[in-house]
């Protein structure tokens, strides 16, 4: 059909393999160091939080890693997800372009978080891991982690920031009817969360300092294990199915992308739709899009942020790794994307940005929701806020195309529905909801306390 709006793939299309990028990288990323000795750290360092299959994941250079059939199969629930051909918005902004979008939100957890979830929980399972621990936000991370957690009969116990904790019941909710245990961070469960309730017992805490708190307690205990929604190698390289699949479903279209944009809060879903893409124009197969990650104005660790070696926690526990970050102790105003209020951005897409591979723009939440309403009034899909961005830089390059009167093709990620997020899209209507903009001496000062490494 020529008026085709929605691209569908069957069951058996499902990658058989993640892509990693490290196969085709012009020159390797800085090493990871360890925090004490500042040396590259080995495996050895970090099996104590991760299964050692996750480990080599994260140093692979084998251009595809398999997907495990157990993990095949409980993708059938939900993927390949589609990939729709937003006719109804492109013609509500009179663009020449075309516009696709690859929907992530038909998971069970609503994101495309699951797509990591899965595996890590797998690969837990397998070498005879009992419990993971996790931080989240807003909780999207969580609730992945949870359901997991349920599929393969893993204990979780998630760390949700307090202040979500108490403004979102949901997703806790959702955390919960898949049985995992989710506690307020900072919490009186372990050394670093009693030390900051010391210091401000009403503290509202952060992801840097939960993510503290779910690293101590998985290297206190042999039989639990951490995980991480976003940032590592090995996440990323999971979410690659989300750009192999739209790959098959351009083609069905018969188009390739010009333009590729993801929202940007660790760099996973971006990464997700975009190395697949990158890759090929590595490998010299095809021509390589313009690739987009969108940030906060907020939070913008990609477009303010320093390239330099930092912690990826508040409490200082876990290796240092070379990214953009605004310093592992800035705490971002509040606003309503949750998932995109992370101080650093993941090494392999800073590296990428480093190689000028990657572009990055950086937008302010109320021009967001401006647009995502617009978009759900013509396509139905209600954003996530984190995805509300990556719609933003969708217009932004259809209105571009319609100035300039070119029919390009635009392809971004749509990484999650917006159902739970409801009160931002009150806030919206009320008139409550204000571009806020981080406080420059905070700024200042969360980069003073960049650790100091040998360059
Ligand atoms: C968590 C989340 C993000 C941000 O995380 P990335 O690792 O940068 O993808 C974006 N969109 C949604 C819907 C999320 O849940």
């Not at 990609?302 to 390239?307: A, H, N, Q, S």
């Amino acid at each position: 059909m020529s008026d085709t709006i929605k691209y569908q793939l069957d069951e058996a299309r499902i990658p058989k393999v993640w892509y990693n990028i490290q196969a085709d990288l012009p020159k390797p990323p800085p090493p990871v160091l360890h925090p004490g000795t500042k040396q590259p750290v080995g495996p050895d360092d970090l099996s104590p939080l991760f299964p050692m299959a996750l480990i080599m994941q994260e140093v692979t250079t084998e251009r595809e890693v398999e997907i495990p059939q157990p993990v095949r199969d409980i993708y059938r629930m939900w993927r390949p997800t589609p990939l729709f051909r937003a006719r109804a918005f492109e013609k509500k902004l009179g663009t020449p372009a075309k516009i696709f979008y690859k929907y992530e939100g038909v998971s069970p957890a609503g994101s495309h978080k699951p797509n990591t979830a899965i595996p890590q929980a797998f690969y837990n399972k397998q070498e005879g891991v009992k419990r993971l621990s996790t931080e989240t936000g807003a909780g999207q991370w969580g609730s992945s982690l949870a359901l997991a957690g349920s599929l393969f009969g893993l204990e979780v116990i998630i760390y949700q920031v307090r202040v979500s904790y108490d403004q979102k019941p949901y997703r806790r909710a959702l955390m919960e009817t898949y049985g995992a245990n989710c506690l307020p961070s900072p919490s009186d469960t372990t050394d670093y969360g009693r030390k900051v309730l010391g210091e401000r017992p009403d503290h509202p805490g952060s992801l840097g300092i939960a993510i503290s708190e779910a690293v101590e307690i998985a290297a206190k205990d042999p039989q639990t294990k951490y995980a991480l929604g976003s940032v590592l190698n090995h996440v990323l390289l999971h979410q690659t199915v989300i750009g192999q699949e739209a790959m098959e479903q351009l083609a069905m279209a018969d188009a390739w992308p010009d333009v590729v944009i993801g929202c940007a809060g660790g760099g996973s879903n971006f990464a997700g739709i975009a190395f697949p893409f990158i890759g090929k124009g590595l490998q010299g197969k095809a021509k390589k899009p313009r690739i987009i990650a969108v940030e906060p104005t907020a939070c913008p660790s990609l477009t303010r942020g320093k390239y330099a070696y930092d912690f990826g926690d508040t409490g200082q526990m876990t290796p240092l790794v070379k990214m953009h970050t605004l310093g592992s102790s800035f705490t971002p105003p509040g606003f309503h994307a949750g998932g995109l209020r992370y101080h650093g951005m993941s090494a392999l897409v800073s590296h990428l940005k480093e190689l000028g591979e990657i572009e990055a723009v950086a937008y302010q939440q109320r021009g967001c929701f401006d647009t995502a309403v617009q978009f759900a009034r013509c396509e139905g899909i209600v954003p996530a806020p984190e995805a509300t961005h990556a719609v933003k830089a969708a217009t932004e390059e259809a209105l571009r195309c319609k100035r300039e009167g070119r029919a390009e093709t635009i392809l971004f990620n749509l990484s999650g529905h917006g159902h739970f997020d409801m009160a931002a899209y009150i806030d919206y209507f009320s008139g409550k909801l204000q571009d806020v903009t981080y406080d420059e001496s905070e700024l200042v000062r969360a980069m003073a306390d960049l650790p100091q490494v040998a360059a």
